[in-house]
């Protein structure tokens, strides 16, 4: 039986390299072998492109990138992927699966490379990706499906930045949270309780993007929903909690205090569930996704829930909740990642 030749890119020139050095190792260790041919290529920190063939142990340690036996290389139009080893080798590739977070990664400009080299890949496609990353313009989506509620907000640009603290007080009362438009993995996030913590906070998230939301604190609990797309089926996974060790679920409390933790069937009131399930459905479906993807929401005290934000790529970490939740509804991992190969496509 001929294999797929199954390319998988990790890394990224983003600030969530770290978290994509150990998502990959999940698809690395369940990808079953004797169905798969995979190649792996690992996107530096600089942005330079390497075919690696040396112990995946070093990847989520984050030694890879200075092997002596890694090539540079490239995706090419009508070739596939071609090392640049004196000799130009090609490597048909059959799918990839982009194993990238944030920046370049999974806003759709990979994905438009891809598109380009006409090689079906995992996700979603260039404008669900590049429109659910930036959470200005998913606010912008989600508020015309007219049923969802989601947290009110102030939008910062890069240089327009003087009637920011007026509107906000205004609109306001502290504590409120700050976050980069285009981030994921809580990168740049920030609660502010006052004036000064809001002007440090807006700094800190303009140096992650050039567009900031500065949002009411909903007070809840954040519930998450793993959606799977199958044959045009839209398959979600009932809620999941994520527990935060800190003030909120920020980069370090999500992926190292020992305190975070996920709850696969959290004590939620009647309806909740379906609840969830129904709006990251509609939220899947109007943002024209594909694939996969993790959709966020709070729950108040009322049993009110509210839509957090969407995630296209999500993290398949050892504590990530999306293989967990899907899991839970009759997808083990080495399914899911079949059943997302398979899946893979073009023009989205």
């Not at 479906?285 to 957090?308: H, P, Q, T, W, Y």
Request: net charge negative; glycine share 8%; charged share 25%.
């Amino acid at each position: 039986m001929n294999k797929k030749s199954v390319l998988i890119i990790f890394g990224g020139n983003s600030t969530e390299h770290e978290v994509s050095c150990k998502s990959v190792m999940n698809f690395i260790k369940n990808i079953p072998d004797d169905k798969y041919q995979k190649h792996l290529v690992g996107i530096k920190k600089s942005g330079d492109w390497v075919y690696y063939t040396s112990d995946t142990a070093l990847i989520p340690q984050n030694k890879w990138d200075s092997e002596a036996s890694n090539t540079v290389c490239m995706l090419c139009p009508n070739k596939g992927l071609v090392l640049l080893d004196g000799q130009n080798t090609v490597i048909n590739v059959d799918v990839i699966i982009p194993v990238l977070h944030g920046k370049n990664g999974e806003d759709g400009t990979i994905q438009g490379l891809f598109e380009l080299c006409s090689i079906p890949y995992v996700g979603c496609g260039v404008v669900a990706s590049g429109v659910s990353m930036d959470k200005a313009y998913t606010k912008i989506i989600v508020d015309n499906i007219g049923t969802i509620p989601q947290a009110d907000y102030v939008l910062v640009k890069q240089g327009e930045t003087s009637d920011y603290i007026k509107e906000t007080e205004s609109k306001f009362t502290y504590p409120v949270f700050v976050k980069p438009c285009k981030s994921g993995s809580s990168q740049g996030v920030s609660k502010a309780e006052n004036r000064e913590e809001l002007v440090n906070a807006v700094n800190l998230a303009l140096k992650h993007d050039s567009k900031v939301l500065i949002e009411e604190t909903i007070k809840g609990r954040e519930l998450e929903c793993a959606v799977f797309e199958k044959n045009g089926e839209i398959i979600c996974s009932n809620a999941g909690e994520a527990v935060a060790g800190d003030v909120f679920y920020s980069y370090e409390a999500k992926y190292n205090n020992a305190d975070s933790k996920t709850v696969l069937n959290p004590d939620i009131p009647e309806g909740v569930n379906d609840k969830v399930k129904d709006y990251a459905e509609k939220i899947f479906r109007a943002l024209g996704c594909s694939g996969l993807s993790r959709v966020d929401f709070f729950m108040e005290k009322s049993g009110n829930v509210i839509f957090n934000e969407i995630n296209t790529l999500p993290g398949f970490t050892e504590i990530s909740m999306y293989p967990m939740m899907m899991d839970a509804i009759g997808y083990p991992i080495e399914k899911l990642m079949e059943e997302l190969i398979e899946g893979a496509g073009l023009s989205k």
